[in-house]
């Protein structure tokens, strides 16, 4: 009984082996394969330059846009006085009344902070701002009425949200009249829509013309290997085991062309930057372009490696299983 388990916990161990072997010489034969297939791109270096240009170039263009977009919704955020309500108040209203409307206003879940000017202060405000001066000194009475300034939290500050809180702001009894210039903030708004649908439908373009490419490139090298893959099929190599080589060529494409379109990005950036500063000062409005971080590189590597795979599995799999010995 010893011996048959003694031979059986060999028998075993030797299966264990076998196993760990047959992973190790798996991941081998890809490194391998990848290895080989880098050092073909590098044996073309004009025509491999080239496909990884125009993935890199086609991959910038959307990136590019991208990064605006989301530094175009940081000055929309840095914006929130264009969404600030202003309330006129009735010429009675006291500035203890004016207090405890702006208690009442503090409790309510739609705004953010709340602010009062006084006819008083509007009117030294008016004289700083106007240039007239001592002229000011000659009214018998103070012509403007207390303000209450209102500014909506960020859920409520799109144009519709604004309209509604304007809207219920309107009813309360100190009020005389409500305003906020809510065609201002379609515009904002709807221009920023414009600029992320026209990103996804240009990065769509030409992440498909990307694909295409790649998938032409994949089978041109496939084409100028015809009699090398007739002989791999003569001697047993499975489609599979010949398309894998093919495949890590469009993920060295990929890799590369996002590496490309990363460097061309931080550039284009920095180029930016200086003009956006200047730009941004005319607004008194303090901004910092936000460059391609981390996680953006991963997501652009992410993507132009999809794509450099997608277009390589796109030709493989039509024109591997054509070629076959006569």
């Known amino acids: 009984m010893s011996l048959l388990f003694k031979g059986r916990a060999q028998g075993a161990e030797s299966v264990k082996i076998g196993a760990f072997q047959m992973l190790i010489m798996f991941f ?4 391998r394969q990848a290895v080989n ?3 073909e791109l590098w044996r073309s270096p004009f025509a491999s330059l080239m496909t990884i240009g125009v993935l890199g170039f ?3 263009l959307p990136s590019t846009l991208y990064v605006l977009v989301k530094n175009t919704e940081q000055i929309s955020q ?9 309330l006129f108040l009735k010429s009675g209203v006291t500035d203890a009344s004016a207090q405890q409307l702006l208690t009442r206003l503090r409790l309510w879940p739609e705004i953010a902070e709340v602010a009062y000017i006084s006819s008083e202060e509007g009117l030294k405000e008016f004289q700083i701002l106007s240039g007239l001066g001592d002229a000011l000194n000659y009214l018998e009475t103070n012509p403007l009425p207390a303000v209450v300034l209102v500014v909506p939290t960020s859920k409520h500050a799109s144009p519709t949200a604004a309209g509604i809180l304007l809207d219920k702001l309107r009813k309360e009894r100190e009020v005389e009249i409500g305003k906020l210039d809510i065609e201002w903030l379609e515009r904002l708004y709807a221009l920023i829509g414009i600029a992320k649908d026209l990103v996804t439908l240009l990065a769509v373009l030409l992440f498909f013309a990307v694909v295409l490419i790649i998938g032409n490139t994949i089978r041109l090298n496939i084409l100028n290997k015809r009699d090398e893959i007739v002989v791999m099929k003569l001697v047993g190599a499975t489609d599979a085991f010949i398309q894998r080589p093919f495949l890590y060529t469009g993920f060295w494409f990929g890799f590369l062309g996002g590496v490309m379109a990363w460097v061309t990005v931080l550039l284009i950036l920095l180029w930016v930057d200086y003009s956006m500063q200047n730009f941004m000062e005319k607004y008194q409005v303090s901004f910092d372009l936000t460059a391609m971080d981390l996680s953006t590189l991963m997501a652009m590597l992410t993507v132009s490696v999809g794509l450099g795979i997608a277009g390589s599995l796109l030709s493989v799999q039509r024109h591997v299983k ?3 010995p006569r």
């Open 28 to 31: 081998t034969d890809h490194l």
């Open 37 to 39: 297939s880098l050092g």
């Open 58 to 60: 086609s991959i910038t």
């Open 78 to 86: 840095q914006w929130e006085q264009a969404s600030e309500i202003s």
């Open 322 to 324: 054509d070629i076959e």
